[in-house]
């Protein structure tokens, strides 16, 4: 029987599997994606072929006409069995982990028998992870943020900047929610909240910079043209400072080679401006201090002044977030 190794297997090219495996493949991660149709599905929403045809472009290996059949997982991987519909032709693969993007009929979440996001080295994505109510018209965006989600943090932990700890966090996080409660806040060890600061939900108007919540959008100018702070965010993590975070950015740069990561600075000064005067007070960071976003645009810890071992205190920080043990180094050139 022919065999493959993957670092990920991804089960359905729907919305769910397509936009996780070009996220993956984005990050430089190179999935497997089987479906058992043909082709994306007899009603391709507009992303799934795009989305599948960037993903390969990108490295990601698609093949069509393929169910996965059975799966066994063990402490190192998953072994899936699949077959080739046309000629019924078995096939085997050995992957890290496997994402169950199955749809809402989902038979990988009926063998895993579990109603958490993630069983082991198995994932749920979209439909297959929750239900939305067609009516509810939630269900296309659910799916591609679990994609994201998921991406981030196993690209994350294949390349070895991240502990296999955060990928907790995907259950923890993406579980509670609801399609109504959008603006509910992130609790997880992928997020360090106060425990003074029991916020669940925030006015999506009036947002506060606090961990767990999205980052506030505040309009700045770069260069003379008009930006957000939201254009800094989606692909690593970044480090927003006000006019005095010089000592946070040699703190950052630092940190960043220690643990192989790329830690985006991001600070007002001559190149970029705050004309209404706005960063600042909308995160919550005092003119010393720096807020820490994660690659998703979630702020992941802030302070509002500078401490006196900046490069010590953001190292704690991003181990902490990061899942890492301490002790265990990172091989070089791992960063990208
Ligand atoms: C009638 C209807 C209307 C909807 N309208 C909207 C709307 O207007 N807006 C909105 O946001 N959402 C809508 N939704 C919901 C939305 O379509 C889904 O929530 C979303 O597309 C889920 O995508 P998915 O990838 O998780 O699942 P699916 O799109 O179901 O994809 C699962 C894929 O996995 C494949 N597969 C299954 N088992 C295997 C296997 N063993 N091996 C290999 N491949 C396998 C399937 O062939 C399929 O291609 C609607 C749903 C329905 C049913």
């Known amino acids: 029987m022919d065999s493959t190794r993957t670092q990920v297997?991804?089960?359905?090219?729907?919305?769910?599997?397509?936009?996780?495996?070009?996220?993956l493949a984005d990050r430089g991660i190179e999935p497997l994606v089987v479906e058992r149709n043909p082709e994306t599905s007899l009603r391709p929403k507009a992303l799934e072929p795009i989305g599948l045809d960037r993903a390969r472009e990108l490295g990601a290996h698609v093949r069509f006409d393929t169910e996965l059949v059975s799966f066994e997982q063990d402490t190192l991987g998953v072994t899936a069995r699949l077959v080739h519909r046309p000629t019924g032709t078995l096939?085997?693969?050995?992957?890290?982990?496997?994402?169950?993007?199955?749809?809402?009929?989902?038979?990988i979440r009926e063998r895993l028998g579990v109603d958490t996001f993630r069983s082991g080295r198995v994932f749920l994505a979209g439909d297959a992870a929750r239900v939305t109510p067609p009516t509810g018209e939630l269900g296309d965006s659910t799916a591609i943020a679990d994609g994201?989600?998921?991406a981030w943090k196993l690209a994350a932990v294949l390349r070895n900047q991240a502990g296999p700890g955060l990928l907790d966090s995907y259950d923890a996080e993406r579980r509670p929610v609801a399609p109504e409660l959008r603006n509910l806040r992130l609790?997880?060890?992928?997020?360090?909240?106060?425990?003074?600061d029991p916020a669940l939900t925030e006015d999506p108007h009036r947002p506060s910079?606090?961990?767990g919540f999205r980052a506030p959008h505040v309009p700045l100018r770069q260069g003379g043209k008009p930006v957000s702070t939201v254009d800094?965010?989606?692909?690593?993590?970044v480090l927003l400072t006000g006019t005095e975070g010089g000592v946070w950015h040699e703190a950052a740069k630092h940190v960043a080679d220690r643990l192989g990561i790329v830690v985006r600075t991001v600070g007002l000064g001559p190149g970029l401006t705050d004309p209404d005067d706005r960063l600042v007070s909308a995160y919550g960071i005092g003119h010393g201090g720096a807020s820490l976003v994660r690659p998703d645009g979630v702020v992941a810890w802030r302070t509002d002044f500078e401490v006196a071992d900046a490069a010590g205190t953001l190292q704690t920080v991003l181990t902490r977030l990061l899942a890492r043990?301490?002790?265990?180094?990172?091989?070089?050139?791992?960063a990208r």
Do not use: C, K, N
């Open 148 to 150: 994201f989600d998921l």
């Open 9 to 23: 297997l991804v089960a359905g090219a729907g919305l769910a599997g397509t936009a996780t495996s070009m996220f």
């Open 187 to 196: 609790r997880s060890a992928a997020v360090l909240i106060d425990d003074e």
């Open 91 to 107: 096939s085997q693969v050995r992957a890290d982990y496997m994402i169950a993007a199955d749809g809402h009929r989902s038979p």
């Open 325 to 334: 043990v301490p002790s265990v180094a990172v091989p070089a050139g791992t």
């Open 232 to 237: 800094f965010f989606g692909r690593d993590w």
């Open 209 to 211: 910079g606090r961990p």
